[in-house]
């Protein structure tokens, strides 16, 4: 069964705390993204990655760089972590534009 | 750019009754487009997809959706709604233009009653 796993399902952090969320893969898909879910606003896209340490900005991606040292692993990093980035990450990944993507669980993020 | 329209926020429906999910895009290129569905504390799940060829395509759970070019629509349908069918349904786009990006739609909640 396919798999892509989010490190963490619940995270409570500091305001100015360094934030990692991390996602692994197994399928060998060539892109990740990156989304945040808010109530009202659907899935907004921060980032995504067609390549190991390739990367594109998304919609939204102030706040917010991203890593992809290995094919299978795209990390979120917050820099400094703020409360207005309270909110559901989903972390996903496709081997093509014309493929569906696979989401993890999700991780809701608190930060207070 | 890129992007996806669900007009409605949340549709209500009974039991039995056929349901649709309006979903309209805008892309430069081909589009290929896609639905999904999110139960409560879940990920997404994959319904189904458009990529070429017939316009109505058949996905899971006896969903169905027709591509219509002229009008940039994909709207999601079922012939007869069920309960469990009660859910967030989102509906995405991609295109042979715009890279592996895929960009999704500000969701509708379905809700089916008894």
């Known amino acids: 069964d396919v798999k892509v796993t989010q490190s963490s399902r619940y995270l409570v952090k500091r305001t100015g705390e360094k934030v990692f969320l991390e996602c692994v893969q197994d399928m060998d898909h060539e892109n990740m993204f990156w989304y945040r879910q808010d109530p009202g606003l659907g899935l907004r896209l921060i980032y995504f990655?067609?390549?190991?340490?390739?990367?594109e900005k998304g919609d939204i991606p102030e706040g917010y760089s991203v890593s992809r040292e290995k094919k299978e692993r795209f990390s979120l990093i917050l820099e400094s972590a703020s409360t207005n980035q309270t909110s559901m990450y989903l972390c996903?990944?496709?081997?093509?534009?014309?493929?569906?993507?696979?989401f993890g669980q999700g991780t809701r993020l608190t930060v207070v | 750019a890129q992007s996806v329209a669900q007009p409605e926020d949340q549709v209500n429906v009974a039991e039995g009754n056929p349901l649709t999910v309006k979903c309209t895009y805008s892309v430069s290129g081909n589009p290929y487009l896609f639905w999904y569905v999110q139960y409560p504390n879940r990920g997404l799940q994959f319904l189904l997809k458009y990529i070429t060829g017939d316009n109505l395509v058949k996905g899971s759970y006896g969903f169905e959706a027709e591509f219509n070019k002229s009008q940039t629509s994909f709207h999601l349908k079922k012939p007869s709604a069920l309960v469990s069918d009660s859910a967030l349904y989102f509906c995405a786009v991609s295109s042979n233009n715009a890279g592996n990006m895929l960009t999704f739609g500000g969701g509708t909640r379905l809700m089916v009653k008894p």
């Open positions: 990655s067609y390549d190991v340490k390739m990367k």
């Open positions: 996903a990944s496709s081997s093509g534009s014309y493929t569906e993507a696979f």
